[in-house]
């Protein structure tokens, strides 16, 4: 199967810009996510989406940061006006969710490469 | 307040050695993952455990899930070099639609 695509994989721009990434899940996978990995850190949620709705996006910086899933498959993260802390690798996954017996077991994501932002 | 600890945070360690990293939280998960990921790309899934105790192996590599799923850790038999890698950790809270990553460790393999 396809794994996740994003694009761009690098973007540089200055503090007080804006910029969007966008990204592809792997088809039939509901539930999307979008991370922001800071150089020698994991990666942080930013937020979640179940189809074209959010789930959580407690961690996003909502007065620069926005995101949509309009149609529950591709979605686009935006930042605007970029500080220069967002300067990070933001990464997109999405997660099949699997039914177990009497429970529901949530396993592993699958995360595209990456788009890699520089705020100067 | 970090979830989840991994140790160490780096490990430089010479080809054929043997090796373990820790995961650990006070919080109980009803399902842990691995990931190795190298520079420039997303993380990649090793493995996930989801029952106390349970141990998985994955050729060199055995991944422990600790009895009260509150840690785990990874044993590399004989490291290579193409092992080489940031090893992420993620603990899925019970009754939560997301995980939580660990800040990783470092893992290089000399030649």
């Known amino acids: 199967e396809a794994g996740v695509a994003q694009s761009p994989r690098y973007k540089i721009i200055e503090k007080r810009q804006s910029v969007a990434f966008w990204c592809n899940p792997i088809?039939?996978?509901?539930?999307l996510y979008w991370y922001q990995q800071i150089l020698g850190q994991g990666p942080k949620l930013l937020i979640q989406f179940q189809n074209n709705g959010v789930v959580d996006d407690s961690q996003l910086p909502k007065d620069r940061f926005s995101a949509e899933r309009l149609k529950g498959v591709d979605s686009t993260l935006k930042i605007q006006p970029a500080k220069l802390e967002d300067s990070a690798v933001y990464l997109c996954a999405s997660r099949s969710l699997r039914s177990g017996t009497g429970s529901t077991r949530t396993y592993g994501y699958t995360f595209g490469s990456g788009t890699r932002l520089t705020v100067v | 307040t970090q979830l989840l600890e991994q140790s160490p945070q780096f490990l430089s360690i010479q080809e054929g050695e043997n090796l373990t990293v820790y995961c650990n939280s006070s919080s109980v998960f009803s399902s842990l993952q691995w990931y190795r990921q190298e520079p420039g790309e997303g993380p990649v899934l090793l493995v996930t455990v989801v029952t106390g105790g349970e141990v998985k192996k994955l050729k060199r590599l055995t991944f422990q899930f600790g009895d009260a799923r509150k840690d785990s850790s990874l044993h590399i038999t004989a490291a290579q070099p193409g092992d080489t890698g940031l090893y992420l950790c993620a603990g899925a809270v019970i009754n939560a639609g997301k995980s939580t990553f660990g800040d990783g460790t470092t893992l290089t393999v000399k030649p």
């Open positions: 088809s039939g996978h509901a539930t």
